[in-house]
Nanobody, 127 residues
């Protein structure tokens, strides 16, 4: 399994920005599909965004298009999630995950496709 570590979370005012990072301590992320998920208190985990590092295709939760951007830095073996214009409802624990051998872009946000998860990083949007 790929070992993933998230960082970059914190407390931010509404309208602010954060950039989350996901790195692997095991091996390169370049041959994997990497997803970002989040889970707010009392709510189910939901897919935020995903990048297929094999071809660079990106996918987003419809409601987040225009505010969140996923990217990768191959040299740093890191996948980023840039979050702008943050809202209180973006408050959640954010997780990155690597997909296993079975994955479909049509259902990229299906958590069952992802078999390696990081420990999560807390994002709190509040004034």
């Amino acid at each position: 399994q790929v070992q993933l570590v998230e960082s970059g979370g914190g407390l931010v005012n509404p309208g602010g920005s954060l950039r989350l990072s996901c790195v692997s301590s095991a091996f390169t992320l370049n041959d994997h599909v990497i997803g970002w998920f989040r889970q707010a208190p009392g709510k189910e985990r939901e897919g935020v965004s995903c990048i297929d590092t094999r071809d660079g295709m990106t996918y987003y939760r419809d409601s987040l298009v225009g505010r969140f951007t996923i990217s990768r830095d191959s040299a740093k073996n890191t996948v980023y999630l840039e979050m702008d214009s943050l809202l209180p409802e973006d408050t959640a624990i954010y997780y990155c995950a690597a997909a296993g051998n079975i994955w479909s872009p049509i259902a990229w946000s299906f958590a069952g496709y992802y078999d390696s998860w990081g420990q999560g990083t807390q994002v709190t949007v509040s004034s």
